[in-house]
């Protein structure tokens, strides 16, 4: 079958088409004909070798994937033929994957397979972030960094459909408009302006919540946003660098900083996290939320996609079909 293979830590020269025997399942999973594979930026951080209990080079990478149960492992109550959309650990840059049966999740209603790629680890992600670990409640105010990008615009629409005042940031004016599009109320271009003096000037308290994917920099300067109480959940570190939380400002602020990992809080905490399936299909389904889809790149190019995607000129889901 042909896969992407990540064959040293480094940048996008790292990746290279390979051919590998197709997996075969064991006891528990199943085998996907992979219809599209979604890229998340921790891809991109596991070929850089920053991500934190990441697989070694060389790796075939790929978290999600969408397509066609192939074939079954012992112990699996799943038909050949079913279509399915799942995580994996990895190995989803390729024809074929392998996946836990447990985690399989049915395609929602009126999603292409591509769209579908770009489900599990967005939304899921948005909605424990805002509303399971940030406890955001209707009339209450967030800001969501990133705002544009796969996680941030399913938040950004999940927050809109939670009644919330939504502060967003984004690098470019076409980043900003489908933020506002899709109910930001504040859009920012962080490389403008300056996202805590618009937050002063747009609230008397500062924001009760505060998304922050981004790290550096960013995380340090967005507890100067919050408000009394406010809350913080950092999920990622996009710039390539952690966070760093001053102490004082914890103390002083009364601030709650909580952190989120899909997958590891998928491996504890299974139900709590995928709990939230069911109304989260309901409404694309039904067309209250949209998977924001970028573009797709056959499999072969998959390096031009990361470049892609580290450029900043994505806005939404990019994915990969082989």
């Known amino acids: 079958m042909r896969a992407i293979e990540v064959t040293s830590y480094g940048d996008s020269e790292a990746i290279e088409p390979t051919e590998r025997e197709r997996p075969e ?167 403008e302006e300056d996202f805590v003096a618009t937050v002063e000037a747009e609230t008397d308290h500062g924001v009760d919540l505060v998304l922050d994917g981004v790290g550096g920099e960013t995380t340090e300067q967005s507890l100067d946003a919050l408000a009394q109480f406010g809350r913080m959940v950092v999920y990622g570190a996009a710039s390539g660098t952690p966070g760093r939380l001053r102490t004082d400002s914890l103390l002083f602020g009364n601030y709650r900083i909580v952190g989120y990992h899909l997958g590891r809080a998928i491996q504890l905490r299974p139900m709590e996290v995928l709990g939230a399936v069911p109304e989260l299909a309901e409404m694309l389904a039904a067309g209250d939320l949209e998977v924001q889809f970028d573009r797709a790149f056959d499999l072969a190019n998959a390096a031009r996609a990361h470049e892609y995607i580290e450029s900043r000129q994505s806005i939404g889901k990019v994915v990969l079909t082989p």
């Not at 199943?30 to 070798?49: H, L, P, S």
């Not at 990441?54 to 075939?60: C, E, I, L, R, S």
């Not at 395609?107 to 909605?127: C, H, I, W, Y």
């Open 25 to 191: 399942p064991g006891a528990g999973e199943v085998r996907i004909a992979v219809a599209a594979a979604g890229i998340n930026f921790a891809d991109i951080m596991q070929r850089r070798g920053h991500y934190h209990g990441g697989p070694a080079a060389p790796f075939v990478p790929g978290l999600e994937v969408a397509g066609t149960i192939d074939a079954v492992g012992d112990g699996v109550g799943r038909e050949v033929g079913e279509t399915v959309v799942t995580m994996v650990d990895n190995g989803g840059y390729a024809e074929y994957a392998l996946a836990d049966a447990a985690g399989l999740l049915p395609v929602p209603d009126g999603l292409s397979m591509a769209e579908a790629a770009g489900f599990p680890v967005q939304f899921l992600t948005a909605r424990n972030c805002l509303h399971g670990w940030g406890e955001l409640s209707e009339g209450e105010s967030v800001l969501i960094h990133a705002a544009a990008g796969g996680v941030g615009t399913a938040a950004v629409q999940l927050a809109r459909e939670a009644g919330a005042e939504i502060f967003g940031t984004a690098s470019t004016a076409e980043k900003l408009d489908r933020a506002a599009q899709l109910g930001c109320d504040h859009p920012i271009n962080y490389e």
